[in-house]
Structures are given as C-alpha cells and as structure tokens.
C-alpha cells in the first residue's frame, strides 16, 4: 500500500509538472534589445579597433551583438560639420545610450539631447569644456571617461620631444581650436615651450586638406620638431601626418600611441583602445538603471611612452637611454 501511494504520488507530479511546462514558457519574457548609438568623427577603417574594443567590452557583460544589443553607428568621415546631423539622427532613433568619442562629437550631442545617456569614451577636460558640472558628480545625462586629467599632459610631451631631440629650439604645436577647450591645450603647451627656453609656432589645421599648408608653413618658419595636440582631425589621417613629419624631417611628439605605430617618433597618453572597453561598464551600468549624472567621470591613471626606434633612426636622432627605460614599448 505504502508503495502504491508513492507511486501515486510521483505520477500526480509528473503529470503537474507536464501540465505546468507550456505556461512557464509562455510566461518567460522576452529579453529586452539594447540600442546602443556610435558616433565618432573618422572614418569607419580609422577607428575599427575602438569599435571592436567596445564591443569585447560589452561582451564581457552579457551583451551580444545580434542578441540582445544592436548598434547604430555613425561615422563623419572626417567633415566635423556632419556631427551635428548624425547627432540629430541617433536621437530620433530613440537609441537607450549614445557612446562618443572626441569633443567635437560630445557638444555636438549634447545641443540635441539632454535626456538620453551619453557615454564619453574619450573627453579632454570635460569640465572645462562645459560638459559636465564636475568629475565627482557630473550631473546631467553625460559621464564616461577623461582622456586626460588636464591641460597639462601636452606639457609632458613638449618636455619628451626636448628629451629625445636636444637640439630642438623652435616646436610647432599642430592643434585643431574648434574643440570646446582646445584654447587651454595650446596655452600650456606654448607655456612649456617657454620654460624650456624654446621657441613656440602654433599652427592651426581645422581639416585634413591643411596638413601640406600646415607643414610648409613649419619648414618655413624653421621649426625643428612638432607636438601633435590630440584631435580627430590629426588622429584619423594620422598615417599622412606621420609621413609629413618625416618627408619635412621633424621629430614629432603625437598623443595616442596609433601614431607611432603608423611610423611616428614617439607618443605619450592614455590608451584609447582601453578606454572605449571601459566604456562599456558605463552603458552597462547606465542600461541596468544608473543615472549618468550620478556616475563619476573616470580620469585616466596609466599613460603610455612609446618609441619608434626605426624613425628616430632615419631622423638621425639617438634616443637617451632614460627615456627608453620609461617607455612602456619600443617599435624596432
């Protein structure tokens, strides 16, 4: 009897279990698809590895292309006056985030949504550009990351080129002042130049047809080395400013370190690659409920040194044994 009724028992269950099976699936509910915005000022080919560092970043929590996230990614091929259609277009896409890079992308979001999140996975003093209140509580629908904590990191790389070409005495610094905040870029960077006793040119390029006007007018006014501000005009034909440099034989100083991997002599910053992963934890955060005005703006710690030995080869320049063992890593 005992073994009857347990058996009884069991097949009741198995029976509710059966029973209950099609309405625990019809009362799944549908994964919610996250429509992340992109927009950023080169060109698709120029920024390839960013794009893929934030989708690894994403991935890495939960989130798969296809799956449960899709992109809508913008691209202004290096005309900054697109920025502010592509912008108006995102928005009207009613995308849940919006991930920018460079300041030019950020204020022009910023004139067409103060409601929905953006993610800066590049800033350059974000503060002073006017984009955020302060790095603690940035307010408003705009955190991310700092590419820089200020001005001042231009001043390290006036200080590295003098350190790599002693014989520098007149540096051209090659800056975009469109940018909110581009102004206090070159005002450190001209003021470095002074304490070092060298001889400061600023030189504007507002577009990527100014480089060979650029240069030329450096050749003419006889400088003998070049600081590259950081810039989507100069960062995504960066391949054709490095090759000015050496055809004009100027020992240059870039930011990013794509740079010198394109054939320039040496670069100092952040790692922009890393930057758009971390981003990732940002739209993460944002999507699961967190208010972008709440999310502190993370600045930049690690700062890269690296050095192209071939090209300070064919300059004819012998880098100093102490800056190689600064830098973090040596093309050969």
Request: proline share 6%.
């Amino acid at each position: 009897m005992v073994v009857r009724h347990i058996v009884t028992r069991l097949a009741t269950a198995v029976i509710l279990l059966l029973l209950a099976a099609p309405l625990t699936v019809d009362a799944q509910p549908t994964g919610k698809v996250y429509r992340i915005g992109v927009i950023l000022t080169a060109a698709p080919h120029e920024t390839g590895h960013l794009f893929k560092a934030l989708n690894e970043g994403l991935r890495e929590l939960g989130y798969v292309e296809g799956r449960n996230v899709v992109f809508e990614r913008r691209f202004a091929e290096g005309r900054q006056e697109r920025l502010p259609a592509l912008a108006t277009e995102l928005v009207q896409l009613k995308v849940d985030v919006l991930v920018t890079g460079s300041n030019q992308v950020i204020a022009a979001v910023k004139q067409v949504t103060s409601t929905i999140p953006i993610v800066m996975a590049v800033s350059r003093d974000a503060v002073g550009a006017g984009f955020i209140a302060s790095l603690a509580r940035p307010g408003g629908n705009i955190t991310g990351l700092s590419g820089d904590p200020a001005p001042e990191i231009i001043g390290k790389n006036v200080e590295l080129l003098k350190e790599a070409a002693p014989r520098v005495s007149r540096v051209a610094f090659l800056w975009n002042p469109v940018p909110p905040g581009a102004g206090s870029y070159k005002n450190v960077a001209e003021s470095a130049a002074r304490s070092l006793g060298v001889t400061f040119q600023s030189v504007e390029v507002r577009g990527r047809n100014e480089f060979e006007g650029a240069f030329a007018a450096m050749v003419r006014e006889r400088a003998n080395g070049v600081v590259v501000a950081a810039d989507p005009v100069t960062w995504g034909p960066r391949s054709q400013v490095v090759l000015l440099a050496a055809r004009s034989r100027l020992p240059a100083v870039y930011v990013q370190r794509e740079f010198a991997e394109a054939g320039g002599l040496m670069s100092y910053g952040p790692n922009l690659a890393d930057q758009f992963r971390r981003a990732a934890i940002y739209v993460d955060r944002i999507l699961k409920g967190a208010k972008p005005g709440d999310l502190a703006v993370e600045q930049a710690t690690k700062f890269e040194l690296v050095i192209n030995l071939k090209t300070a080869k064919a300059l004819g320049l012998t880098i100093p044994p102490s800056l190689l063992l600064r830098a973090d890593h040596i093309i050969e």
